[in-house]
């Protein structure tokens, strides 16, 4: 069992940064992809970085080169870190966790709303 919280949601003008951060707690061991997912009003939720146990890494195309997702050692703590944001970047923002290899059990946070204008 894994609890996630997230924070660091707001509203922010276009070109500015936001930081997103994820606090995990319980099975934190079993942990095996950690990432962050948005969904957008009317619009599927879609992954938007992904970060593994030995670190590789995974982002949507058009967030490449402006998001980096980092974790901590511990995988008890993961962040977005946006710079470069868009209004096509609003949207809620969750936090995911994948246990083990294939993924078959995962967990989301509450999500926090990012809102970028222009």
């Known amino acids: 069992q894994v609890q996630l919280v997230e924070s660091g949601g707001g509203l922010v003008q276009a070109g500015g940064s936001l930081s997103l951060s994820c606090a995990a707690s319980?099975?934190?061991?079993?942990?095996?992809?950690m990432g962050w997912y948005r969904q957008a009003p009317g619009q599927q939720r879609k992954l938007v970085a992904t970060?593994?146990?030995?670190?590789?890494?995974n982002y949507l195309d058009s967030v490449k080169g402006r998001f980096t997702i980092s974790r901590t050692n511990a995988k008890n703590t993961w962040y977005l870190q946006m710079n470069s944001l868009k209004p096509e970047d609003t949207a809620v923002y969750y936090c995911?966790?994948?246990?083990?290899?294939?993924?078959?059990?995962?967990?989301w946070g509450q999500g926090t709303q990012v809102t970028v204008s222009s």
């Open positions: 995911n966790a994948q246990m083990g290899i294939w993924g078959t059990k995962e967990y």
């Open positions: 970060i593994t146990s030995n670190g590789v890494t």
């Open positions: 319980g099975s934190i061991s079993s942990i095996n992809t």
